[in-house]
């Protein structure tokens, strides 16, 4: 079993395929995007097999392969069916915009994809292409559709932005009612790829659950599984579920179970760090299957306590203002 230095068990890498994407949303990055990767930068298919070969070998359970878009980097089915071969891979699971997914949803169920995060923040047409300046909440609806079809365990991720989507919580949750889904609202991080300064949060986890029990008075605390990083609620008599994910008031820290490999191979063993190694470069450089283990073991042997304290360390000069994308949400 991995541990870190705090005790905490580390199972779960969360996996960015690519910096790309083909939406715009406003809390993640710029309209003109980001200063993608070239190819170069990026790790190639072997090496993410190779790293997450190794993490498996030394106790990592569960991958959640998300971006930038999964779908939108070249033969990521491919990809997608090595990695669900990996001995010892408990469970592989993806986050997605839902743009270009919903023709790859009866491949993820053959190899053995049972849940996937759908990201949506609005049921409204127009309110999407505002976020996400793009015309793409009917491909989203048919990608929405065909996983509750082919029986995939869905959450929609949405991101509550003060003055955008406040008016989408209720009808949201509406969705539970007859729909085995659970819908997580997310507090706003100040991870937009831009260099504007980030002044606090309106809609705290707080806040959030104050609207909801503003329509729902009777709303029931649920249990929370063991490293969620949700606090769950659900309607009476509703099907699905409620969650609230605490992402910047960073309440959960202290059961944190998950490591992080962006898109160009740098491991963050916090949301909230700079990065604590680059696995690419080591594997570039030709470093032997023992020696990139022992390096493995000291980034989770010298693990920020919270991110509280991940964000202290950072240089003053790399403040927080990459994008998602880039990190790997
Ligand atoms: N493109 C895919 C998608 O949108 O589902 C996967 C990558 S995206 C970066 C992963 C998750 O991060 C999404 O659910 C998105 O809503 C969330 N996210 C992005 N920027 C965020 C921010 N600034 N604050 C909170 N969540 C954010
Ligand atoms: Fe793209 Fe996902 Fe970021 Fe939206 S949240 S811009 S879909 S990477």
Redesign the pocket.
């Known amino acids: 079993m991995l541990t870190d230095n705090h005790g905490r068990k580390i199972n779960y890498l969360r996996l960015a395929v690519t910096d790309r ?5 406003f ?3 710029p309209e003109d995007g980001l200063n993608w990767l070239s190819r170069s930068a990026l790790m190639t298919y072997e090496e993410m097999l190779q790293s997450c070969s190794l993490l498996v070998k030394m106790g990592i359970e569960k991958i959640r392969i998300t ?3 999964p779908f939108v980097r070249k033969d990521i089915m491919k990809f997608l069916t090595s990695l669900s071969e990996l001995q010892g891979l408990k469970e592989l699971t993806l986050t997605t ?1 839902g743009v270009l997914t919903a023709p790859h949803v009866a491949e993820l169920k053959r190899i053995g994809v049972s849940s996937v995060n759908l ?1 949506l923040d609005t049921l409204d047409a127009g309110r999407f292409f505002s976020i ?1 300046k793009r015309d793409e909440f009917s491909n989203v609806m048919a990608t929405f559709d065909e996983l509750l079809k082919q029986g995939i365990d869905v959450k929609i991720n949405a991101v509550v932005m003060d003055g955008k989507n406040t008016q989408d919580i209720i009808p949201l949750i509406e969705l539970t009612k007859k729909l085995p889904v659970s819908v997580r609202f997310i507090e706003e991080m100040p991870f937009n790829g831009d260099d504007h300064v980030y002044t606090g949060l309106k809609w705290d986890y707080i806040r959030i659950l104050e609207e909801i029990k503003g329509a729902f008075a009777d709303i029931k605390k649920l249990d929370d599984p063991l490293y969620s990083t949700s606090y769950n609620y659900q309607v009476p008599g509703y099907m699905g579920s409620i969650g609230i994910i605490a992402a910047y008031s960073r309440t959960f820290c202290g059961s944190c179970n998950r490591i992080r490999i962006t898109p160009e191979g740098e491991l963050k063993t916090c949301l909230y760090d700079n990065g604590v190694m680059n696995i690419k470069d080591q594997l570039r450089q030709g470093i032997s299957e023992d020696n990139l283990k022992l390096m493995l073991l000291n980034t989770f042997n010298s693990r920020a306590k919270n991110g509280w304290e991940a964000e202290r360390q950072r240089a003053k000069s790399q403040g927080v203002h990459e ?3 880039t990190i790997g ?1």
């Open positions: 994407c083909n939406l715009r949303c809390y993640c990055m971006g930038g878009e915009n990201s996400t994008s998602m994308a949400g």
